[in-house]
T-cell receptor
Framework: DAGVIQSPRHEVTEMGQEVTLRCKPI?????LFWYRQTMMRGLELLIY????????DSGMPEDRFSAKMPNASFSTLKIQPSEPRDSAVYFCASSLWGLDQPQHFGDGTRLSIL | RKEVEQDPGPFNVPEGATVAFNCTYSNSASRSFFWYRQDCRKEPKLLMS???SGNEDGRFTAQLNRASQYISLLIRDSKLSDSATYLC??????????????FGRGTQLTVWP
């Protein structure tokens, strides 16, 4: 069975550029989560969706970050404009429903902003 | 005070040893609890959910102490493959959809031969 699929695996870009990260959740999972992981702050929940609807975006650091889920099988996390402090590993995860179910993580996107 | 706190370690133990980690959480209304493991430069993977009555999965035992607001993970007969970072996760929740997930910073375990 296919797990959570993220792309790209690595992204290196210059500050000021727009960055788009993509995620395909596990089929049949109704909840999708975006996380950011850094050495300084650990793993942080940025936003999560239930049935394609954003439920909690309080973890989104600022207006430069936006996330969408146009359908049950696809989500994007966009950073515009990007800054060096956005460099991190970004994980997408999905669960059957909500926060009480185990989550399955994608391989992550390693983002470096120069 | 942080929502979830873990001893970062590192814990360095020989093969065959028993090792235990604790994780404390700040909100008494927290409703669901998990242990994940994360290998270096990999994604977190669910190790086990933690149930009120405690639960065991092979060499791994998880317990929840609501009165003292901590969860624990016990690993018996450690294997080299157990070397990883163990993350404690808590749903500080008003429900399965209206809560908020918090991850601990992780406890690093190294098992040596």
């Amino acid at each position: 069975d296919a797990g959570v699929i993220q792309s790209p695996r690595h992204e290196v870009t210059e500050m000021g550029q727009e960055v788009t990260l993509r995620c395909k959740p596990i089929s049949g999972h109704n909840s999708l989560f975006w996380y950011r992981q850094t050495m300084m702050r650990g793993l942080e929940l940025l936003i999560y969706f239930n049935n394609n609807v954003p439920i909690d975006d309080s973890g989104m650091p600022e207006d430069r970050f936006s996330a969408k889920m146009p359908n049950a099988s696809f989500s994007t996390l966009k950073i515009q404009p990007s800054e060096p402090r956005d460099s991190a590993v970004y994980f997408c995860a999905s669960s059957l429903w909500g926060l009480d179910q185990p989550q399955h993580f994608g391989d992550g996107t390693r983002l470096s902003i120069l | 005070r942080k929502e979830v706190e873990q001893d970062p370690g590192p814990f360095n133990v020989p093969e065959g040893a028993t090792v235990a980690f604790n994780c404390t959480y700040s909100n008494s209304a927290s409703r669901s609890f998990f242990w994940y493991r994360q290998d270096c430069r990999k994604e977190p993977k669910l190790l086990m959910s933690v149930y009120s009555s405690g639960n065991e999965d092979g060499r791994f035992t998880a317990q929840l102490n609501r009165a003292s607001q901590y969860i624990s993970l016990l690993i018996r007969d450690s294997k080299l493959s157990d070397s990883a970072t163990y993350l404690c996760v808590v749903n500080k929740g008003r429900g399965s959809t209206l809560g908020r997930l918090y991850f601990g910073r992780g406890t690093q375990l190294t098992v040596w031969p």
